[in-house]
């Protein structure tokens, strides 16, 4: 009988120690050693499984692409029927937890590296372009006379604060992010 293979599971073992490596010490600071120290495997494991230093941030970038899409699937499952997006803004501006701002710096540092890789780039545009869409789609269940045009400003504005909100975290300018939400807010009522 065959061995079963550790292709998936030792995957995951490097992309789980590159994010622990964030972190620790930023992505620019993080090495193949660093790594693989983290994941306590050789370098040529990671060569082997994954690829360079930069094929291993393009496959945690396409992780968290997934996982955004998940995450968006369950928000949508969590929404009330009625007054969605006052739940939607809830989840998007609420508070932050330890766990979530550990999130936010592994995200903005694959944000970061869109700049020079283009499968990550790939993945935020897609991820960018998702968030968009969904909340267009939201927006034309609670809004169905606005223009298409008001629609797709609107969504444009949360996307712009959602982001904005997320660049805080890092900065310890939490308290903020209310102020983004209100932006959203006052936005909703062009609509």
């Not at 499952?77 to 508070?95: Q, S």
């Not at 712009?160 to 805080?168: N, P």
Request: with cysteine.
């Amino acid at each position: 009988m065959p061995r079963p293979s550790m292709a998936a599971q030792r995957k995951e073992e490097i992309l789980d120690a590159l994010e622990v490596c964030i972190l620790k010490m930023g992505i620019d600071g993080t090495s193949l050693d660093a790594i693989a120290d983290q994941a306590k495997m050789k370098r040529s494991i990671l060569r082997h499984y994954i690829g360079n230093r930069d094929d291993i941030i393009c496959a945690l970038s396409e992780r968290w692409r997934v996982l955004y899409s998940e995450q968006w699937q369950q928000t949508l499952a969590w929404l009330p029927e009625h007054n969605r997006l006052p739940a939607l803004l809830d989840i998007l501006f609420g508070p932050r937890s330890t766990e979530y701002i550990q999130s936010s710096q592994i995200s903005d540092a694959l944000f970061q590296q869109a700049k020079r890789l283009p499968g990550v780039k790939q993945h935020q545009v897609a991820s960018m372009k998702e968030f968009k869409q969904i909340v267009e789609e939201e927006l034309w269940q609670a809004y169905p006379s606005a223009s298409e045009q008001q629609i797709t400003v609107v969504a444009a504005g949360f996307l712009s604060c959602y982001l904005h909100a997320e660049s805080l975290i890092p900065l310890g300018m939490e308290s903020d992010i209310r102020q983004q939400r209100l932006i959203c807010e006052t936005l909703l009522q062009s609509l």
